[in-house]
């Protein structure tokens, strides 16, 4: 269900509204667009939920509640009738996560978890319609995993199908109205409502992060023309940012990445490849150690990344370090202007800032969540900017380079 908004050729999904944001909010938060929804072929709603495959899903909820601020709304495992894993389901803003780990010795989950250790298997997407979008996808020649069904159960029905992407991660399409009636449940049919198990310490922010901005998908060198391909083909994605040579290279290791987004770019998906370098790239490593393509980090949109980052840092959340060097950069300073608060609080921080034509963003990333070095998040708060932070590159490659050095891998 959604809130239909003329200006945008978008909506404001329910989970959006929920979450008690406007679109102005909304506009400033991920850089939405007008676009011409009519013509869309495969028109996507919004996010649906990032869902993970963890070792521990018990103890990954509770870290992203206390750690994250997430709150947890929902659950499935075998005390409603799920024998293979549990499943919980966590909310901050519109922003849905689903963490799943095996119960069963025969699930499924545990030979992916032995694969890629914890990370992202399924990158879901909220459609008005799903039936439209699987006969856009088989016309365009994409693997369906799931063909369009029906799932019911008190609180209504959802149609879903999904379709495969890089590696083995899915695109799950999700219709949350059918027949014109919106499913009321707390998340899927074979998921219950429940209360979250952490409280918040008094003065905790009432979340620390409100949208998702965009997901970065890491693949193998020589295929992300493939997958950018894939995108416009498959989703009618349109190609937005395109980084290569010294854009985004250091003196040891280099990337190559090209951004798509759909029409409104309330989904964008930075895809990387490796490229030929003196050493081992941050996109090599994470091949590695993820056994495959993946989906590399998560970047979640905030009104106040100082207030954020004091929060995460507080419930032990690391972040890359920046060098001093960074700040004192006459360059930097000349380049930027003025930001919205003084440049000794976000060298504080470690909070990078960038500006284009459109505006600026400030930015950082945190160190990898798991025991591989795979999965990450970056913060990101925009002001008018619908970039990427292309002036950070090189200095959050150097953060990262340090960090690899350290673990052995560079």
């Not at 400033?28 to 676009?35: A, S």
């Not at 008005?128 to 799931?146: E, F, H, M, S, Y």
């Not at 003196?278 to 970047?299: T, V």
């Amino acid at each position: 269900m959604t809130t239909d908004i003329a200006s945008t050729g978008g909506a404001l999904t329910v989970d959006e509204m929920k979450a008690d944001l406007s679109l102005e909010q909304l506009q400033q938060l991920v850089g939405l667009v007008e676009y011409d929804a009519e013509s869309d072929p495969f028109p996507v709603t919004g996010w649906d939920a990032i869902c993970f495959v963890v070792g521990n899903a018990t103890q990954a909820a509770h870290y992203y509640a206390s750690a994250w601020g997430m709150e947890l709304v929902a659950y499935s495992g075998p005390e409603n009738g799920n024998r293979d894993h549990k499943s919980f389901v966590l909310k901050s803003g519109s922003i849905r996560f689903v963490l799943s780990g095996a119960v069963s010795p025969d699930s499924d989950l545990i030979a992916h978890h032995a694969r890629h250790g914890d990370g992202v298997v399924d990158i879901a997407l909220e459609v008005p319609d799903v039936d439209q979008c699987i006969a856009q996808a088989v016309k365009a020649g994409a693997t369906v995993l799931r063909h369009p069904e029906n799932v019911s159960d008190e609180h209504g029905t959802v149609r879903i199908a999904a379709i495969a992407t890089y590696g083995e991660t899915r695109h799950t399409l999700v219709q949350r109205t059918v027949d014109g009636v919106a499913y009321a449940g707390p998340y899927l049919p074979g998921y219950v409502a429940v209360a979250p198990t952490w409280e918040k310490k008094e003065g905790d922010p009432q979340r620390i992060f409100q949208a998702l901005d965009h997901i970065v998908g890491n693949v193998e060198l020589g295929r992300m023309d493939e997958w950018v391909q894939f995108y416009n083909r498959v989703m009618g994605f349109v190609n937005m940012a395109e980084f290569i040579g010294d854009d985004i290279a250091t003196d040891y290791s280099a990337l190559m990445s090209k951004v798509v987004a759909n029409g409104n770019h309330r989904v964008k998906f930075p895809l990387n490849e490796p490229a030929v370098a003196k050493k081992k790239s941050q996109i090599d490593e994470y091949l590695e150690f993820y056994n495959g393509p993946g989906a590399q980090h998560l970047a979640v949109a905030t009104g106040d990344i100082l207030a954020s980052v004091d929060a995460l840092r507080a419930n032990g959340v690391e972040f890359l370090n920046t060098p001093d060097s960074y700040y004192e950069d006459p360059e930097l300073r000349a380049r930027i202007g003025e930001v919205r608060v003084p440049i000794e609080e976000l060298q504080r921080r470690g909070i990078l800032v960038d500006r284009d034509e459109d505006g600026y963003l400030l930015q950082i990333f945190t160190k990898p969540l798991g025991d591989r070095p795979t999965v990450f998040f970056e913060l990101i708060e925009r002001h008018g900017s619908l970039g990427f932070g292309k002036g950070n590159f090189k200095a959050l490659f150097e953060a990262i380079e340090r960090e690899q050095d350290a673990r052995g891998n560079l």
